[in-house]
Every structure is written in structure tokens, then in C-alpha cells.
């Protein structure tokens, strides 16, 4: 049967949404710290450019390693069509029979961050996408390498 799988000690979907809660904090901690306008909004910029970098980062390989878990020996290929990464993913997701809220992939695929305020709620809608994948997952033990 063909859906996600948590196994024993490797990466879930919980493991990618502390990742992102942990980014946040210290950005917010670092953006507090600064007076400068220009120095507050280039790191605002490159703090939302590298969160949803990393998202879609993790999302390829978080799917990729769910196919070698379900015992598929090929990847997803992110270059057919014309479809951006979050259309993608979302695709890719519903292959496991998994329906992730669409609410969370338009948020993903509509960020943009002008405040602190905006870039800590948008990290948590990340880190949401990440925990409602992890409802989905069963749990599979395997031997220990």
C-alpha cells in the first residue's frame, strides 16, 4: 500500500516543521537586535527567500525519500509540465493518498514578507504544512543498519 511512512530514526515531516520553527526564532532574534531600515529589510528578504528555499529543499527530498519507502526505485521528475514547485508538490503528495488543505499550499505559494510579523506567520504556516503531513504518516519499524 502506497502511503507515507515514518520510519525509525530518519526524517519526518515533524523533524522539517522544528527546523522551520527554529529558523524563525532566531530570525526574529536577530531582527530585533537591528536599528537600520535597509539592514532590517535585507534580512527579512533573505530570511523568507531561504525559509521557502529550504521548503522546497526538503519537500523534493522528504518525497523522494517517501518513494524509496514505499519501495518505488525512481524520483519524482520536478521538470515536466508547467507547474511551479508548490503545484508540484501538492501533486506529488496526493500520489501517497494524502490531501493536504489547499489552504496550506496557496499560502505557500502567495508569500511575500514585509514585517516580522508577516515572515513569523508565514514560517508557522510552513511548519503547519509540515506537522498536517506528519498526521498522515505510519509509523514502520526497520532493522538498524
Known amino acids: 500500500m502506497v502511503g507515507l511512512i515514518r520510519p525509525y530514526l530518519k ?3 515533524y523533524h522539517y516543521g ?3 520553527q527554529k ?8 531582527l530585533e537586535t537591528t536599528n537600520e531600515s ?7 528578504e533573505k530570511a523568507w527567500s531561504r525559509l521557502y528555499s529550504e521548503w522546497e529543499t526538503n519537500i523534493k ?11 518505488f526505485e525512481d524520483d519524482f521528475d520536478w ?16 500520489c501517497f493518498g494524502v490531501e493536504v488543505p489547499t489552504a496550506f499550499m496557496a499560502d505557500i505559494k502567495k508569500m511575500k514578507t514585509s514585517s516580522v510579523e508577516e515572515y513569523l506567520l ?11 503531513l506528519e498526521r498522515f504518516e505510519k509509523f514502520r519499524l526497520e532493522p538498524y543498519p
Open 122 to 132: 508565514q514560517s508557522k504556516q510552513i511548519e503547519k504544512f509540515w506537522y498536517e
Open 18 to 20: 522544528l527546523r522551520v
Open 23 to 30: 529558523e524563525a526564532s532566531a530570525t526574529k532574534r536577530t
Open 38 to 44: 535597509w539592514v532590517y529589510d535585507a534580512i527579512l
Open 79 to 94: 521538470s515536466i509540465g508547467d507547474f511551479d514547485n508548490v503545484e508540484r508538490a501538492e501533486a506529488s503528495i496526493r
Open 61 to 71: 527530498q522528504y518525497l523522494k525519500d517517501q518513494r524509496e519507502w514505499n519501495g
Open 11 to 13: 526524517y519526518s515531516a
